[in-house]
């Protein structure tokens, strides 16, 4: 939460803020507003105690309708800004938006369930832009994966390590990640990443159908599922 790269803490900037979107939207309402790149402790609860009476006040005055955050994933792997939130004021937030995937699950182990269990929405940044689109890159991380102990050495093949998941309705690597990032009950958005209109086309024929076959989820599952590690 900053404004020219230092943390915001005057609850007039954020109604600037609010006023600038509704203009630049050319609406009178903003579904959701997120907190951007919530951090974690003391500056968490700075968030919460100057800032976030302000949400509630834009909320009553019809600009807003959901209040929420997003996380600084790449700084924070481990979610400990969403299980912050989750734990000590779940009944703040509306919407959460985290980052949930084939390399990156560890979300499921305490986020995702705390969501559901207080009925938070999930926005799921799920756009696959960096290893799994690149062959030679994720079959780097796999092999240093494996050097680390973090998956078996003989759990995939060295070259095209995840191929065995491109099959039936699965038509690449890419379409199997998005399908995987839909696929758990606390997910309620996920969203993608393009540059082109091809891409955009991709990922949505990707989520129509949003689920893995059942065997091939449990493997990914079984073999990433415990790896805490921004990939």
Not at 101 to 128: H, K, S
Not at 180 to 195: E, K, L, R, S
Request: hydrophobic share 40%; with cysteine.
């Amino acid at each position: 939460v900053k404004k020219d790269d230092k943390p915001v803490s005057d609850v007039h900037f954020l109604y600037e803020s609010v006023e600038t979107s509704l203009r630049r939207l050319r609406t009178d309402c903003i579904d959701i507003m997120l907190f951007h790149g919530m951090p974690t402790h003391q500056a968490y609860q700075d968030v919460v105690d100057r800032l976030y009476p302000g949400m509630e006040r834009l909320r009553e005055q019809g600009k807003i309708r959901f209040t929420g955050f997003s996380e600084p994933y790449a700084k924070d792997p481990q979610h400990k800004g969403v299980l912050t939130g989750l734990q000590n004021h779940p009944k703040l937030w509306d919407v959460l938006m985290l980052k949930y995937g084939i390399l990156n699950q560890i979300a499921a182990r305490e986020a995702l369930p705390l969501a559901i269990e207080y009925d938070v929405g999930i926005m799921n940044v799920a756009a696959v832009r960096i290893k799994l689109p690149d062959p030679a890159s994720l079959e780097e991380l796999m092999a240093s994966w494996k050097e680390r102990g973090d998956i078996p050495v003989d759990g995939l093949p060295e070259r095209k390590p995840l191929d065995w998941l491109v099959h039936g309705e699965v038509d690449s690597v890419i379409s199997a990640a998005y399908k995987f990032a839909a696929d758990h009950p606390a997910i309620t958005t996920v969203v993608t990443g393009t540059a082109t209109i091809v891409h955009l086309e991709q990922n949505a024929a990707a989520l129509e159908r949003p689920v893995l076959p059942a065997e091939d989820k449990d493997r990914v599952i079984e073999l990433f599922g415990d790896i805490v590690e921004y990939a």
